[in-house]
Nanobody
């Protein structure tokens, strides 16, 4: 089993920054993808960033140039640095890990961008 715990969400003003963290525990294999989805009220969950165990990254167009995903494989932790935040970034952010055909989710952390 794998457990994921997110942290770092909160309230931030437009133009501000936040850094989310997600720590994975349990049986973690060396080859995997980790990443972040978000779900805004009334909208579907969307993939916004992912990173593989080799460090290759992918981003949704909506966050490209503003968000940066990174990972510390020794700590089984993935990070999401979010800059230039906009009100439309308000959502619950979920981290996940894909390994050996299985996907595991965190419980989510709320990010609210508002003045």
């Amino acid at each position: 089993q794998v457990q994921l715990v997110e942290s770092g969400g909160g309230l931030v003003q437009p133009g501000g920054s936040l850094r989310l963290s997600c720590a994975a525990s349990g049986i973690i294999f060396s080859t995997n993808y980790m990443g972040w989805y978000r779900q805004a009220p009334g909208k579907q969950r969307e993939l916004i960033a992912r990173i593989n165990s080799g460090g290759s990254t992918n981003y949704a167009d909506s966050v490209k140039g503003r968000f940066t995903i990174s990972r510390d494989s020794a700590k089984n932790t993935v990070y999401l640095q979010m800059n230039s935040l906009k009100p439309e970034d308000t959502a619950v952010y979920y981290c996940y890990i894909d390994q050996r055909g299985d996907r595991y989710w965190g419980k989510g952390t709320l990010v609210t961008v508002s003045s």
